[in-house]
């Protein structure tokens, strides 16, 4: 029996978060869900429009809406929007991220805070905004996108490190929360993952990382995507508190 689901996912519109969607609302997708979804981004309209006729199925409803995820007058403004233009919410997935990378020496204040701002505030912003409505219902399904680089450091990534491990005990900490009202959290680790974020490394980087994976291949974004829509199937009702590592077998 396929269960239809209404779900919100930050950083939409591009990489990770676009598959993310594309899988959300697809009918294949476990077999046993897929969902309409309200998908949250920041600058690139054509690139929302254009995801919006991509999925083009009269059945599922599809909506982008422009915001900025590290603000929580934005989150809770958008979820509210979202939830009237869904009929409600049943998944989170808070994938939005940025990174600004340096040398702890030569990293501004500003890039060590609009990386915590983006890639942690946003994960409480949006948990903050739709928990009320799933304890409302008693059912909810969160996904946050952490990294590798949460759970064995980086250099030259402090900030994004730190705003990663981050996310992974905010997931533990309102797993155990919200887990009495039905509602499970988790968190993907995906490793290196061919998008646009990781598009600026050159070629002897490429190799060097490539030898630490030993799938040798760089991820797909629908390698990430998959795992995220197993967690918010009926097949991980059990599942929480939990990170994933989705990375070709980089951290073991
Ligand atoms: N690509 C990788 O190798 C990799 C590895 C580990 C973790 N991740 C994580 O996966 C997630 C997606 O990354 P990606 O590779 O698809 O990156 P990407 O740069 O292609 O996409 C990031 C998305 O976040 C959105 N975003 C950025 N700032 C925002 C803001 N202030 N408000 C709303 N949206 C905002 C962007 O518009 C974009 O859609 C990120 O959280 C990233 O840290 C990526």
Known sequence: MLLKKRAIVTGGTRGIGRAIVKELASKSCCGILFSDVAFIYNS???????????????????HGF??????????????QSAIETL???DILVNNAGITRDNLLLRMSEQDFDSVINVNLKSVFNYTKAVMKQMI??????????SSVVGMIGNAGQ???????????????????????RNITVNAVAPGFIETEMTQQLNDKQREVL???????????????????????????????????????????
């Open 44 to 62: 690139c309209d054509e690139c929302a429009e254009e995801l919006q006729q991509e999925i083009n199925d009269p059945s599922i409803k599809i």
């Open 66 to 79: 422009k915001a900025d995820a590290s603000s929580l007058k934005d989150a809770e403004a958008t979820v």
């Open 87 to 89: 009929g409600g919410v």
């Open 136 to 145: 409302k219902q008693r059912y909810g399904r969160i996904v946050n996108i």
């Open 158 to 180: 402090a900030n994004y490190a730190a705003s990663k491990a981050g996310v992974i005990g905010f997931t533990k900490a309102t797993a155990k929360e919200l887990a009495s």
């Open 210 to 252: 490539l030898q630490n994976i030993p799938l040798k291949r760089m991820g797909t974004p629908e390698d990430i995507a998959r795992v995220v829509a197993f967690l918010c199937s009926e097949d991980a009702n059990y599942v929480t508190g939990q990170v994933i590592a989705v990375d070709g077998g980089m951290v073991m």
